[in-house]
């Protein structure tokens, strides 16, 4: 049971260059979130998911898109990467339909530079 | 606006000590409070759940409360140890299962 994965641990992009984060999710949760940790700032929703096909916009969602395929993935897609976007990226997954599992299950992070 | 402020600064403490760390907020109204803990180069891992009807919830050494008038929650770790030296972040749920994260308060535990 691998929990949360994502891919990949690191990233270098150029400016204007795109790249696609990959979050995947072995416990059959139907919430998947992307969020971003900036120093000296929460973490921040970027977009969320509540199930297959379904996908809605956080706190901070421009320049970047998801999609969600499948149930177990939740994929981050950046279309023209900017020096503001670079961060950690945290993939997360929650199943509130099952009271023991309000809380979210974070991955291990992508760090991603813009330079 | 809404906001959500952790201890300013960080917290270092000897061992065997209480550490509390302070989650306030305004202009929100959770249903719930969580507590996580964040250690460096990782994702955050969840701790205790305290609900808006709930004044206190404790979890082996650790001890919650909230308190909706004064919109803060309390975290304590008694008797701490230095494995207990990490960043604890407390995030609030409006009840759509979407959370609010606080920047964190980082905790050192010296021998």
């Known amino acids: 049971n691998a929990g949360v994965t994502q891919t990949p641990k690191f990233r270098v992009l150029k400016t204007g260059q795109s790249m696609t984060l990959l979050c995947a999710q072995d416990m059959n949760h139907e919430y998947m979130y992307w969020y971003r940790q900036d120093p000296g700032m929460g973490l921040r929703l970027i977009h969320y998911s509540v199930g297959e096909g379904t996908t809605a916009k956080g706190e901070v969602p421009d320049g970047y898109n998801v999609s969600r395929l499948k149930k177990q993935n939740f994929l981050l897609g950046l279309e023209s990467a900017a020096p503001s976007q670079t961060s950690v990226y945290f993939c997360?997954?929650?199943?509130?339909?099952?009271?023991?599992?309000?809380?979210?299950?974070f991955g291990p992070g992508t760090r991603l530079t813009v330079t | 606006s809404q906001k959500i402020e952790q201890n300013s600064e960080a917290l270092n403490i000897q061992e065997g000590k209480t550490a509390t760390l302070t989650c306030n907020y305004t202009n929100y109204s959770p249903a719930y409070l969580q507590w996580y803990r964040q250690d460096p180069g990782r994702g955050p891992v969840f701790l205790l759940l305290?609900?808006?009807?709930?004044k206190e919830k404790r979890k082996e050494r650790l001890k919650v409360t909230f308190d909706t008038t004064l919109k803060q929650s309390l975290f304590h770790i008694t008797a701490s140890q230095p494995a207990d030296s990490a960043t604890y972040l407390c995030a609030l749920d409006p009840n759509d299962y979407k959370l609010s994260f606080g920047a964190g308060t980082t905790v050192t535990v010296r021998a």
């Open positions: 305290i609900r808006e009807n709930e």
């Open positions: 997360a997954s929650s199943s509130p339909g099952d009271r023991r599992s309000y809380e979210q299950y």
